[in-house]
């Protein structure tokens, strides 16, 4: 990523001093902050990260500091990820894949459910469903954990005697979490399913972190990734660089192979040691990284097809 990594380093290394209406004068906490929001106004993400940078010394305990670095980091992702987002790709996928049955972890408020069409059967798992978004399919929803549904219920059975075809997972932002999901959903697969994982790529490093530090989150779901391009060479593996935080597709899943739920503890253990800084200045490699584009995707996925 060494283009991206030289953005990064512009915007939150730079030695320069920050332009400022008042270079030479000791400025208040307040003026400050609408320096940053001048700065941010006008798309000057340089400018707006070296003044947070003096707004948080002159006062750490400033009311606007996360939000300030909230739009900072959404501006670098904007800038860093262009081409169509997440959601794009999410629909792209059912238009053009038509699955039968369509399984989302992390449905949240039905953004992304609200993509799955008639005739597909969609299920959808979370602890904390409020759905605001109409759906266009047939939909069952299940407002508990997913570690849990995977107890309680069969998913073959749940999809009436179908596997899944296509899979969304958006859940808690951990990679064993993540990596817990992909095993159980690849019990219910077949040669031709897809698996989706949401928030895969660290541009920002803070927001990559497993606690939550930031508004702008992703945890540490990378690992996921990156433990089973290693364990797994035997699956198609990719990272489509999408706005705001990466979408990896994952491909020939196989339901008959054991490696991972046989040796789960010893992958969560190896995850837990995993430095993010020993990885970002090759994330691309470890993520498999490809273009963002529609075409380029459809070529990707040819063998995957029955």
């Not at 332009?19 to 320096?35: F, G, L, T």
Request: include cysteine.
């Amino acid at each position: 990523m060494s283009i991206l990594s030289s953005f990064l380093k512009e915007v939150f290394n730079s030695k320069e001093a920050p332009q400022s209406p008042q270079p030479n004068a000791a400025r208040s906490d307040n003026v400050i902050a609408s320096e940053v929001s001048s700065c941010l106004s006008v798309g000057n993400i340089k400018g707006a990260a070296q003044l947070l940078q003096e707004l948080i010394a002159a006062n750490p305990e400033h009311p606007g500091i996360l939000d300030f670095e909230a739009k900072i980091h959404a501006a670098i992702l904007k800038q860093s990820l262009p081409g169509p987002d997440y959601l794009d790709w999410l629909q792209w996928f059912q238009t053009n894949m038509k699955p039968a049955t369509y399984l989302e972890i992390g449905v949240e408020n039905g953004q992304s459910l609200q993509y799955a069409k008639l005739p597909t059967l969609a299920v959808g798992i979370d602890p904390g469903i409020q759905i605001v978004h109409q759906q266009e399919t047939w939909v069952k929803l299940f407002k508990l954990p997913s570690d849990d549904f995977f107890v309680q219920y069969d998913l073959k059975e749940v999809f009436g005697g179908l596997h899944v075809d296509l899979a969304f997972i958006d859940g808690l932002h951990t990679f064993d979490q993540a990596l817990k999901d992909f095993i159980n959903i690849e019990r219910y697969s077949s040669s031709t399913t897809i698996a989706l994982f949401h928030d895969i790529l660290p541009i920002i490093p803070v927001t990559a972190n497993r606690e939550r530090n930031s508004i702008i989150w992703l945890g540490d779901t990378w690992k996921t990734i990156a433990l089973l391009i290693k364990h797994r060479p035997d699956l198609k593996i990719f990272t489509i660089p999408t706005h705001p935080s990466g979408l990896t597709v994952v491909a020939k899943l196989n339901a008959s192979n054991n490696e991972l739920p046989t040796n789960v503890g010893k992958l969560i253990q190896e995850g837990m040691a995993m430095e993010l800084s020993a990885y970002m200045p090759e994330m691309e490699k470890h993520l498999n990284v490809v273009s963002n584009d529609f075409n380029a995707i459809t070529r990707l996925l040819q063998d995957t097809k029955a």
